[in-house]
């Protein structure tokens, strides 16, 4: 369980950990924060997509114990199943925890699995939103790899972010362009998601993620036609709703 720390809200102990790491690197900020008292007990949150690989290796590195949790909504493309499995192994990643969604809430919602058609909100919460919120209650704080290049929701991500007065959110990657992570897996030999080379740089479920055009937002191809651009684990304000095209970042 998350344990209570002395002093200072989440917000405030936020605005502490940003002014704290402000001029340090990515590596930097995950190593710190790993061990940092103010931050607590943290896990790495997964997707094993396009730009999976650089987060999980470094941390592979600096805490190769530290868990991950990686959101099966039986939904995945198999490379990415198949890829999961893969880097878990190359990287020897000592703690990954597969999160699926309740059966009988899973049966209710979407007994024909075609809720994704008609209400892709609801579809994200119960597959994806839920279950992560079950694994993530004995946490303080937990390590995303958002980074402010991948669309216009984005462009203010910080190092830390406050998660209503629950939890803390870390964003090592946030300043890290496209040519940094690329950088980083050439350098690192790293293995790509299989379906990067096919046009897909923003992976996510198979009935819900299209190719992307060359010069297109790269999570233009995510619930492409709909002004839907997040799945809704990103908290605005503390709440777990979808963040829109027309919301602050």
Not at 7 to 32: D, F, I, M, P, Q
Not at 104 to 119: G, K, M, S, V, Y
Not at 136 to 148: E, P
Request: charged share 25%; with cysteine; hydrophobic share 35%.
């Amino acid at each position: 369980m998350p344990r209570d720390f002395p002093s200072g809200s989440v917000a405030e102990r936020v605005a502490v950990l940003n002014a704290r790491y402000k001029h340090h690197a990515a590596t930097s900020v995950l190593e710190h924060a790993l061990k940092d008292d103010d931050l607590g007990r943290v896990a790495l949150v997964s997707s094993f997509g396009a730009e999976s690989v650089v987060l999980l290796h470094l941390v592979s590195v600096i805490a190769p114990e530290t868990p991950v949790l990686f959101v099966d909504t039986r939904m995945l493309f198999q490379e990415t199943l198949d890829y999961q499995r893969e880097l878990a192994e190359k990287l020897n990643l000592c703690d990954v925890r597969t999160i699926r969604a309740n059966p009988a809430r899973l049966n209710f919602e979407d007994p024909d699995n075609t809720l994704h058609q008609f209400n892709t909100d609801a579809c994200c919460n119960v597959r994806k939103v839920e279950p992560l919120e079950r694994a993530l209650v004995q946490f303080d704080g937990w390590i995303t790899g958002r980074k402010r290049f991948q669309s216009a929701t984005r462009t203010a991500v910080e190092f830390f972010e406050a998660e209503g007065d629950t939890r803390i959110k870390v964003n090592p990657l946030a300043h890290w362009g496209r040519e940094d992570l690329e950088e980083y897996m050439i350098n690192n030999r790293l293995p790509r998601h299989p379906l990067v080379s096919q046009g897909y740089p923003s992976i996510g479920c198979a009935p819900c993620t299209s190719k992307v055009a060359p010069g297109e937002d790269p999570r233009s191809g995510r619930w492409r036609g709909q002004e839907k651009t997040e799945c809704g684990i990103h908290f605005i304000n503390g709440k777990a709703v979808p963040i829109r095209k027309d919301s602050a970042a």
